[in-house]
């Protein structure tokens, strides 16, 4: 949304204030404010970079190193998972319950 467009549509509330008998609220200043930033944001959207390049999306050609077509491509054998060394006691998942015993004897 351009800001003459912003602008615009604040006049016409204000104008619906006035009709009313309710206090303008372009007079306000936090309203002041918001108007002058976004006209400041607008002005200066023309002076700033883009994040990307233009480029960057727009290719066609597949980075380097990957499959060209996903369904002849050949799957990686996984490594199967390193077993664990006795002597560690592996962290659970849950806490590990406990029953208590009463103070009989």
């Given amino acids: 949304m351009k800001f003459a467009d912003i602008n615009?549509?604040?006049k016409s509330i204000a104008r619906?204030?006035?009709l009313a008998g309710m206090a303008v609220p372009n007079r306000h200043p936090t309203v002041k404010d918001t108007l002058r930033l976004i006209e400041?944001?607008?002005a200066n959207r023309a002076h700033s970079s883009a994040l990307f390049?233009?480029?960057d999306f727009l290719k066609t050609t597949p980075p380097q190193g990957a499959p060209k077509d996903p369904h002849t491509a050949v799957p990686e054998q996984a490594e199967p998972p390193a077993k664990a060394?006795?002597?560690y006691i592996?962290?659970?998942s849950a806490?590990?319950?406990v029953r208590r015993r009463s103070g009989r004897k």
């Fill in 53 to 55: 390049d233009d480029g």
């Fill in 8 to 10: 615009q549509n604040l």
């Fill in 95 to 97: 806490p590990r319950l």
């Fill in 90 to 92: 592996s962290m659970r």
């Fill in 85 to 87: 060394k006795k002597g």
């Fill in 16 to 18: 619906q204030h006035l």
């Fill in 40 to 42: 400041v944001r607008c």
